[in-house]
């Protein structure tokens, strides 16, 4: 009996011993999952990768009008782009009804815009425009060219006045010209001109782009479509747009 008391004792010895390991080690496990959570928060997470750009499509339709048709409201004209026929006459030409130095003329389309234009510039920021120069025959261009000594004046057959489409612009007030650069009716046109489908071609810092020096006064009408696509993309020679060849004549 002594001997069988002496045995459950021990058992139940070793059974406490047992036990308070066990929990002991379940402990340790409890105290670590805090500690190891502690240690993964201040592990740095990767940032979040941004999602791509979309691709941007081109929906703007550049065949909708010639190139080369000198019909054409888009016709490209420079230096190395010539008309054809050379001696080639717009077939409805119009004097258009605005104050002017000489009595300009202009296709129909262009002359209503030109029209709507002026008085848009009155009528909202009472500035009153006037033409210096509109179409201009072969024969004009003969003349007005000679030598070539002024890099302003285009050849024969390569000038945009030909095209029945360009107005040389200034003022009532006498502005022609190279005062077109700071005067308010300059800005408030390179700010609007798009509006009524109008573009100042010869930008300052594209000459070697369209091959002529910068004239603050000559704008070309391509029509709202093209003129506001232009504006919008910051895109400010037809050379660039269409992707033609431009620049001086070698």
């Not at 200034?170 to 005062?179: A, I, R, Y």
Request: overall charge negative.
């Amino acid at each position: 009996m002594t001997i069988a008391l002496s045995l459950i004792a021990v058992l139940v010895a070793i059974a406490v011993i047992i036990i308070g390991a066990v929990v002991g080690a379940g402990g340790g496990g409890a105290n670590a999952g805090p500690e190891a959570s502690a240690e993964e928060s201040t592990t740095p997470r990767p940032a979040p990768t941004a999602p791509p750009e979309p691709a941007v499509v081109d929906t703007f339709d550049k065949s909708a009008h010639s190139l080369d048709d000198p019909a054409s409201i888009w016709v490209v004209v420079n230096q190395v782009r010539a008309l054809n026929p050379e001696d080639y006459v717009p077939d409805d030409l119009v004097e258009v009804p605005v104050a002017h130095t000489w009595v300009p003329e202009l296709r129909q389309e262009a002359s209503d815009a030109v029209v709507a234009m002026f008085a848009a510039a009155a009528d909202e920021a009472d500035y009153y425009l006037a033409s210096n120069s509109a179409f201009r025959s072969y024969d004009t261009q003969v003349e007005l060219y000679g030598d070539g000594d002024d890099p302003t004046t285009a050849p024969p057959g390569h000038s945009e006045h030909q095209t029945g489409l360009a107005m040389d612009i200034g003022t009532e007030g006498g502005c022609t010209f190279e005062c077109m650069d700071d005067s308010a009716e300059g800005e408030w046109l390179r700010a609007n001109g798009y509006r009524f489908g109008f573009i100042l071609r010869y930008p300052a810092d594209k000459v070697e782009i369209t091959g002529y020096p910068h004239e603050s006064w000559h704008f070309r009408y391509v029509g709202v479509e093209l003129a506001t696509e232009m504006h919008d993309r910051g895109i400010t020679t037809l050379e660039e747009f269409f992707d033609v060849p431009g620049g001086a004549a070698q």
